[in-house]
């Protein structure tokens, strides 16, 4: 298995613009979870799906946000309009179902917001 | 709510040297406890975990870790830092009361001097 995948790796925009971020989780894994990294706050929970639906979406900064999951295999984090705070380390782990909870995290996305 | 500390922000220890990253936690009762590795640019990866049973965990890499109930503590440990292990760790923990959702600590930056 590639393991999680995730795209862009790096993405420079501009404050305003939209932006999109992709992941594709392990096959077979049923829950999702997307993170953001800085230096300031850490690791945080930004959201988490079990089965494609959102179970908690507690840790979304803003209403600028927003993630969707379409099917197994696909799942977007959304960002608009997009401003300079919003310039982390974007993560997206997924997870078999069960207390065995064993994350297995992609690369992330580097989104730079000018 | 359950909760996870790493006191200590960055560990700088000699290459051949033992190695202790602390972890501390706050729950009640038994929490499944991870510890996990993020190298520049990369996306974590687990190191061990501890579920129940034996109190000393073995993982990859070389690395063990002790749960220590008495002390609500999970230390990371490893007998001789190779440079090769200069990364950020991360302690982390979930609990039923989280809904088996792992909270990660702010983690430990190892610089490993040759």
């Known amino acids: 298995d590639a393991g999680v995948i995730q795209s862009p790796r790096h993405e420079v925009t501009e404050m305003g613009q939209e932006v999109t971020l992709r992941c594709k989780p392990i096959s077979g894994h049923n829950s999702l979870f997307w993170y953001r990294q800085t230096m300031m706050r850490g690791l945080e929970l930004l959201i988490y799906f079990n089965n494609n639906v959102p179970i908690d979406d507690s840790g979304m900064p803003e209403d600028r946000f927003s993630a969707k999951m379409p099917n197994a295999s696909f799942s977007t984090l959304k960002i608009q309009p997009s401003e300079p705070r919003d310039s982390a380390v974007y993560f997206c782990a997924s997870v078999t179902s069960g207390v065995n909870n064993e994350q297995f995290f992609g690369p992330g996305t580097r989104l730079t917001v000018l | 709510a359950q909760s996870v500390t790493q006191p200590d922000i960055h560990i700088t220890v000699s290459e051949g040297a033992s190695l202790e990253l602390r972890c501390n936690y706050s729950y009640g009762a038994t929490p499944y406890l991870f510890w996990y590795v993020q190298s520049p640019g990369q996306g974590l ?70």
């Open chain 2, 45 to 114: 990866q687990l190191l061990l975990k501890y579920f129940s049973g034996d109190t000393l965990v073995q993982g990859i890499k070389g690395f063990e870790a002790e749960f220590k109930r008495s002390q609500s503590s999970f230390n990371l440990r490893k007998p001789s830092v190779h440079w090769s292990d200069a990364a950020e760790y991360f302690c982390a923990v979930a609990t039923s009361g989280g809904s088996y959702i792992p909270t990660f600590g702010r983690g430990t930056s190892l610089i490993v001097h040759p």
